[in-house]
């Protein structure tokens, strides 16, 4: 079936290091978002990609980068996470931006 | 102030019962509409779609918009225990290049 992985669905890091999570699609989708869900809160929206070409919202933290290598994957990098960064994170794609958002299952972040 | 605004629960029901879910919001320009469904530790899942004012039924769900009062509604008619989830609103205007504003989430338990 056609779907939207995320890896891993859980990860723990410490403060301050490091951290990469996946996002793989095989829907063949244009646009690759990432929202952080915080507990109880609302997904929001930190930068998407349209293809190759990548839009970050205006008040995403610099500490969050991504990186596209192909249609397929997408990563969302955490330099250096704070205790605040715990989330869950959830990738999406879509087909074009104005066209349905499927989201995959998430990874759930825990900074100790 | 948000600009989405869902009363986050929990609501609990029994089996059969009809379900109202609700949100508001400020923003004039969103046009289209969306209701997710989320399990838990799982992604969204989209329930119902629509655009501008009006009604819209699957099956025993229904979505209603009312733009001039800025509300939406989801009713879940003969509601069952597979039904119990939170339910997410969401929108994006119509020149958006896919940015959806969730509200937070309304946690529904059907039990039998």
């Known amino acids: 079936d056609a779907m939207v992985i995320q890896n891993p669905r859980y990860q723990v890091t410490q403060f301050g290091k490091p951290v990469t999570l996946s996002c793989s699609q095989t829907l063949n989708h244009n646009v690759m978002y990432w929202y952080q869900q915080k507990s109880s809160q609302a997904p929001k929206l930190l930068f998407h990609y349209y293809d190759k070409d990548f839009n970050n919202e205006a008040d995403t933290p610099d500490n969050f980068q991504s990186r596209r290598p192909n249609t397929s994957f997408c990563f969302l990098d955490i330099r250096s996470p704070g205790l605040g960064d715990a989330a869950m994170y959830l990738c999406?794609?879509?087909?074009?931006?104005?066209?349905?958002?499927?989201f995959g299952p998430g990874t759930r972040l825990l900074v100790l | 102030q948000k600009e989405v605004e869902q009363d986050p629960g929990p609501l609990s029901v029994p089996e059969g019962a009809i379900v109202s879910l609700n949100c508001t919001y400020s923003?004039?320009?969103?046009?289209?509409f969306m209701w997710y469904r989320q399990y838990s530790r799982k992604g969204p899942e989209l329930l119902m779609y629509?655009?501008?004012?009006g009604n819209k039924e699957d099956g025993r769900f229904t979505a209603q918009v009312d733009k001039s009062s800025k509300y939406i509604s989801l009713f879940i008619r003969d509601s069952q225990p597979s039904d119990s989830a939170t339910y997410l609103c969401a929108m994006r205007g119509g020149t958006s290049y896919g940015k959806l504003t969730f509200g937070q989430g309304t946690i529904l338990t059907v039990h039998p």
């Open positions: 629509t655009y501008s004012s």
């Open positions: 923003n004039s320009a969103f046009q289209y």
């Open positions: 999406a794609t879509s087909r074009d931006r104005t066209e349905t958002q499927y």
